[in-house]
């Protein structure tokens, strides 16, 4: 049923394995390279220029045609205005998952079957569907169920959490049965061990080697304000914009013995509430409201007004380990905004960034994170549990 592939290629070795496997396995394969960001280094070079040598490099090596696509308009327009905007409202946002959302799993979705008229896509991202890593377990009466990889530390369902579960019907992850380790070692025997060597990328794939406060500072004017002690509620320190700063990050206040660390941001004020020391409980969240729910799973849970609560599994990190939780439709009516009752409470816990949700072998979706509530919110907590009584 599925002949003709079209794979992502980054310039990395997950996409290369990935066309090679296809390959091996009998597909037609077209490789295409997605230019999603047009800038320049210190140094004159773009930034995605390495990524496409390597792209070319690897094509080269496997035999296979590469094309590229040029999305740096949308890229800007869906992923790095709404970047920014989160940022001047005091939010974390996660450009990740908003690239898969928006670029990967819709426009270059999009243009390998509509245009290209290809059978599916394919990418090296470490998931896994119930269809099969070839999708060769494909049923046009089965609903698709995005499953966690072998490899559990490389797991990226988190970052596809917020894709439409259409997609998925039509989307090969050729490395959801390896190890990390086994890429490489296949990397080594087709040919492609320079890019074994190549250094992974990390962080905002557009902020890159620089810092970050002064990547920001291109984008967002500076607007100082004042570093609140979170219990005293005495100034300790001044900052220049909250878009600087993310919950739970340090602050290097002179004069002081132990560390700040941000708790709290006020965009009304322009006030950072920071607590005195890395354990203080105001970092630590159990209690979460949550907005916009992105559900993967084959049915919403909350589908009918009388809906139970959801126990399932929780993470707003990638690589943190999953935390136990229930969720609760935020009203009778509402099936987008849900609230959400961690088992152990976090540290951390950042608005703008993603509460993704799992089952033991399953990622069931995501909802974007507006508000993280500690216990020693006496008033919050109260609001809390009147809005769960009447829900």
Known sequence: MFKKVVVGISGGVDSAVSAFLLKENGYKVLGVFMKNWDEFDEMGRCSGEQDLLDAEYTCNKLGIELRQVNYVKEYWNS??????????????????????????????HKHALERLGYDAIATGHYAKTNFGPFLENYEESEDVHLLIPKDTFKDQTFFLSGIRRETLRRTMFPLGNYLKSEVKEIAKNCGLERLTQKRESTGICFVGNRDFKEFIKEYIASKPGDFVDIDSNMVVGHHEGIHQWTVGQRCRLKSFRKPYYVAQKDVTTNTIYVAYGHEHPSLYSNQIFATNINWLCSENPFVKSNSPPLRCRFRFQHTKPLVDCTIYRKSPNNKTDVIVMLDKPLRAVTPGQYAVFYSDTECLGSSRIVEAINNSDHKRVENLKNILENS
Request: one cysteine or more.
């Open 79 to 108: 992923v790095f205005t709404n970047f920014l905007e989160d940022y001047e409202r005091g939010l974390t946002p996660n450009p990740d998952i908003l690239c898969n959302k928006h670029i990967k799993f819709d426009l270059f």
